[in-house]
């Protein structure tokens, strides 16, 4: 006769991931590096604004650079290159999200590297995410602020379709804004529906092409790297 | 697909935790996942079956308790468990900004394992 027990575990899922993440955060902190996580689903427009970012950091004096998640092609990477910021790739070849574990690596083998970083000689870490508003969530990157993007191509209703990822950041930018009008998009619907999902989320408006509403975007980084998160 | 490297980290935490109980079989890991916590629980179970093929715990089942999501109201102080997850306003007095006290949970909660006979007689036996 076999004989049946119960063990409690209660032990997290992703907390491999967690305490990587938590180990990255102290890094960053000790770095004194704002680390930025992009999400969006793909095409909203998150290499296009980073490349209007970074020029316009290293403009004004400050020091960028990105690490870019995609599952294949460098494609991000040398577009974002063109900005004159340090930017590496990094390929998932298959996997729909990026993790501490990637990040780590990959910052590690970076600050070693020729032409390569190291955090304590940057203000802005961005990381662009892998194109998903699902798996991203869950997965803790260490980042000081996490942005959400939608574009004004997706429709107003998308942060309640993806209520995990909007819940679980911190601002959303609205992206492509240029194109509102022919898209009949409703701002005022897509900022309630924001606030429903993530109450009082800081919500910024851009567009990389024609560049309004940049210098907001701008205003919002630089508080946040002035206020130490 | 991403609810097979969460499974596969299910995997490594069970078979660590099941270092603690040599002679025994993993007959259920059981999950709580929060309604907000962007895994699904068909897919999940689906790869279930593949993270454990070829492991101890191949056979075993996955049991998925959902937890929905809970909200504190910072305003009427009400706590209360919401209905979906399309809005986070208290359904007593409407405001928005309370506090998510549950709702995010990705975790193993508990195994249900059977331990062979021959391990209760040598216990019985010191």
């Not at chain 1, 020091?63 to 930017?87: F, H, K």
């Not at chain 1, 729909?96 to 970076?110: Q, R």
């Not at chain 1, 699902?134 to 574009?151: H, K, Q, T």
């Not at chain 1, 210098?215 to 919002?220: P, Q």
Request: a negative charge; hydrophobic letters at 40%; one cysteine or more.
């Amino acid at each position: 006769m076999s004989t049946t027990r119960i063990v409690e575990l209660r032990r997290g899922i992703l907390k491999k991931n967690d305490e990587l993440a938590a180990g990255l955060r102290a890094r960053y902190a000790g770095a004194g590096v704002l680390v930025l996580n992009l999400v969006s689903s793909p095409g909203t427009g998150k290499t296009a604004l980073l490349e209007r970012t970074l020029r316009e950091l290293l403009g004004r004096g400050l020091r960028a650079a990105a690490l870019v998640g995609d599952l294949e092609t460098d494609n991000d990477a040398r577009r974002l290159a063109g900005s004159g910021a340090p930017v590496r790739q990094i390929n998932t070849h298959g996997i729909c999200h990026l993790d501490a574990e990637m990040i780590g690596k990959h910052l590690d083998g970076w600050a070693g590297a020729e032409g390569g970083v190291e955090l304590g000689d940057l203000d802005y870490l961005f990381i662009e995410n892998v194109g998903n508003l699902v798996c991203p969530s869950s997965y803790d990157l260490g980042e000081g602020i996490r942005v959400a993007l939608l574009s004004v191509t997706e429709g107003e209703d998308k942060p309640l379709k993806y209520p995990g990822l909007f819940n679980s950041a911190d601002a959303a930018v609205i992206t492509k804004i240029d194109l509102a009008e022919a898209c009949g998009f409703e701002r005022e619907t897509a900022l309630k529906n924001l606030n429903e999902i993530r109450p009082g989320m800081r919500v910024l408006e851009t567009s990389a092409k024609t560049g309004v509403g940049m210098e907001g975007w701008l205003g919002f980084l630089e508080g946040a790297r002035v206020q130490g998160r | 697909m991403h609810e097979l490297s969460i499974a596969a980290s299910i995997v490594d935490s069970v078979t660590e935790a099941m270092a603690a109980y040599p002679r025994a079989r993993v007959k259920e890991v059981r999950l709580r996942v929060g309604a907000l916590a962007s895994v699904i629980e068909e897919s999940l179970k689906f790869c279930w079956g593949l993270a454990t093929e070829g492991t101890e715990l191949a056979g075993s089942a996955l049991v998925v308790k959902t937890l929905p999501v809970v909200l504190h109201c910072g305003a009427c102080g009400t706590e209360a468990e919401l209905d979906g997850v399309q809005s986070l306003r208290c359904p007593r007095c409407g405001e928005l900004g309370g506090d998510l006290r549950q709702g995010r949970e990705l975790e193993i909660e508990s195994l249900e394992i059977e331990e062979a006979a021959s391990q209760r007689v040598s216990e019985l036996a010191s």
